[in-house]
């Protein structure tokens, strides 16, 4: 249990790290309203689009995990999923500092919510079955946006998203022994 507390640390400063070394470290959302131009063909509002879907995930995610924490009892487990929401939270501010820039308004929607089922076991497999559907949906993103600073962001939130699903795949394992 220790070293999993110890490994998360490690991964918060590896994203830290990692964003730095794709110069994306200045990635916190300030609010300022300067234009900024971007080299792409993509259509602003194709950006605006893809980014709100993006978006509409991380709330999806940050909703079930937040109200799932709550209720597990298991410290490392809950611990470790209301940690990653707040992931999924950095994740929103980043992708609605684009969608503002490309001339968009951030979506507040989400999809109707599953929780996955009754017990923890059931929480950390709907967790893997959501970071499955946005590692998919980056990678594909990443594929159609041709903005490169745009693709560079979604690269460092997908990179955060395997590290995730790696994490819950581990909490899972370490409750079915
Ligand atoms: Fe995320
Ligand atoms: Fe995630």
Redesign the pocket.
């Known amino acids: 249990m220790r070293e999993k507390r110890l490994s998360r640390r490690g991964f918060v400063k590896q994203a830290t790290l990692g964003a730095a070394a794709l110069g994306v470290s200045g990635m916190t959302w300030t609010g300022e309203k300067t234009a900024r131009v971007f080299p792409g063909k993509m259509e602003p509002t194709e950006v605006v689009r893809l980014l709100n879907q993006d978006i509409t995930?991380?709330i999806d995610?940050i909703l079930t995990y937040m109200r799932n924490a709550f209720i597990i009892p298991q410290c490392e487990a809950r611990c470790e999923m209301e940690e990653i929401g707040k992931?999924?939270m950095r994740?929103v501010e980043w992708l609605s500092g684009l969608v503002t820039d490309f001339g968009g308004i951030p979506t507040m929607e989400h999809h109707e919510l599953s929780f996955g089922g009754d017990s923890p076991r059931d929480f950390l497999k709907r967790a893997i079955a959501l970071e499955k559907g946005?590692i998919a949906q980056y990678k594909d993103h990443s594929e159609q946006i041709d903005h490169r600073e745009v693709v560079e962001y979604l690269e460092v939130?997908l990179w955060?998203?395997e590290k995730?699903l790696k994490e819950f795949e581990e909490l899972l394992e370490d409750m079915m022994e």
């Open positions: 995930g991380e995610a992931d999924e994740h946005a939130i955060e998203e995730h």
